[in-house]
């Protein structure tokens, strides 16, 4: 009769053990796989339905002669055949935020009938909109062996040449170059809201070709030239070389493949805030890590009717004993006017270009926005900027519309999750509740 040998209860536990870690491991990766698996069908799902959508968008292109695109200022003309080569690539994410969580203390202390009316019927407006800004994504046409020129109506006209491996390789143009007015781009609030942004959205799509590590193939961006010192500044504070930046006429040019910025995606008017976010996240302006400094933005080197206040120096006298620094933005260099904002904790200012430096700041930054009955009615005289005033542009529920009205600051703000608070006031700001309201508006900073 054999013999059975026991085995010890030790080796058996241990026995035991080994197996139930190693079934644990098999289950472990078993979830990791259907994991994967599930992802990976997520993604081959999306990526069928980019293809679709570039498919779809080839064809409505190849559909009609002499295509008008998504900017009224472009048009893309050859055969179906051509034009079904041309793809939109769409840049960036949409954008949603709630305009009412970024507003902080806001008061109308004017004396005048009519700055009254105008504040309330702004506000009015503000309150009958869902309180919703928002963005769509900006969109680039890539275009190959294209010829292309501005004509009299300051229209872009790409033609498919047709013609492979001629012209300058790869041109990248923004809408700026040839739509924008001279007197907007001659602004630096303008150019580093509206335009700058456009050249982002451009990096972003080919960063091998624009910015400081471009490959061989670098790209040139055409531009409205000659640049101004600050348009250049700005232009190279996204990364991109001197050497691309190539003044342009408007005259006949081919290039193997074309970049055209089409579409900023600003929905109603307002601002282009998906393009915007690009352009901060370019700037490294979206960190987190907010300042410690209390900035204000002084006009005294504007013009004498562009100041918008006739007590100036008592308005600064009320800032600084609040610990805030008067600092005039003409007097710095561009490069410091940037690290400043980076560096406040809440920046303030009568609305001016001075307060646009908002976009270097930090998530988290309260702005003090100052307006006077003078400012008031400027922007509600004429111009794009009036139609806010007059209730042309938009309707309920549209809060872009606003864009352009006083509280233009406190959209951008928004954009970027910061709180602005406003002051309405006379020509001769009243101290005593000027001092009332920054009290109360570093109260709430300062929770």
Not at 211 to 240: M, V
Not at 334 to 340: G, P, S, Y
Not at 362 to 368: N, R, S, V, W, Y
Request: net charge neutral.
């Amino acid at each position: 009769m054999a013999r059975v040998e026991e085995i010890p209860m030790d080796e058996s536990v241990r026995a035991l053990a080994e197996a139930a870690a190693a079934l644990h491991e098999a289950r472990a990766a078993f979830s990791e796989l259907r994991e994967r698996i599930a992802e990976t069908r997520r993604r081959t799902e999306e990526l069928v339905a980019l293809h679709v959508r570039d498919l779809e968008t080839r064809v409505a292109m190849g559909g009609f002669t002499g295509a008008k695109l998504l900017a009224d200022a472009l048009a893309l003309d050859g055969s179906p055949t051509q034009r079904m080569r041309v793809r939109r690539i769409e840049v960036g994410d949409p954008v949603a935020r709630a305009f009412r969580d970024w507003i902080g203390v806001t008061r109308c202390a004017s004396e005048a009938e009519d700055t009254r009316r105008l504040w309330d019927q702004l506000l009015a407006r503000e309150a009958q909109s869902d309180g919703v800004l928002r963005g769509e994504r900006s969109t680039v046409l890539d275009i190959p062996d294209a010829i292309m020129s501005v004509d009299d109506m300051r229209t872009l006209r790409v033609s498919m040449s047709g013609i492979k491996g001629q012209g300058l390789g790869i041109v990248a143009v923004p809408r700026f170059t040839y739509a924008t007015p001279p007197r907007k781009l001659r602004n630096f609030g303008h150019w580093l809201v509206d335009c700058v942004p456009q050249a982002a959205v451009l990096a972003t799509v080919a960063p091998d070709a624009l910015g400081a590590e471009a490959s061989a193939k670098a790209a040139t961006i055409l531009l409205p030239g000659p640049l101004k010192p600050f348009q250049k500044w700005a232009l190279l504070e996204l990364g991109l070389r001197e050497d691309q930046l190539v003044p342009w006429d408007g005259s006949a040019v081919s290039c193997e493949r074309l970049l055209v910025f089409e579409s900023d995606g600003r929905a109603g008017g307002g601002r282009p805030l998906s393009a915007l976010l690009q352009l901060r996240s370019r700037l490294r302006a979206d960190a987190g890590n907010r300042g410690t400094r209390r900035i204000y933005v002084s006009r005294r080197d504007a013009r004498n009717r562009r100041r918008w206040v006739s007590n100036q120096a008592e308005i600064e006298a009320v800032f600084r004993s609040r610990g805030f620094e008067v600092l005039s933005m003409a007097e710095c260099p561009l490069d410091e006017q940037a690290r400043i904002f980076r560096e406040a904790r809440i920046v303030a200012g009568i609305s001016g270009a001075g307060l646009t430096n908002l976009i270097f700041s930090a998530p988290g930054t309260h702005a003090i926005v100052l307006l006077s009955d003078s400012l008031i009615r400027w922007y509600a005289e004429s111009g794009s900027r009036s139609l806010w005033a007059r209730g042309v542009r938009g309707g309920p529920g549209q809060l872009a519309a606003l864009g352009d009205s006083p509280r233009f600051y406190a959209h951008l703000a928004a954009a970027f999750e910061q709180v602005s608070h406003y002051f309405v006031g006379g020509d001769e700001m009243p101290m005593e509740e000027l001092s009332e309201f920054l009290d109360a508006a570093l109260a709430s900073a300062d929770a």
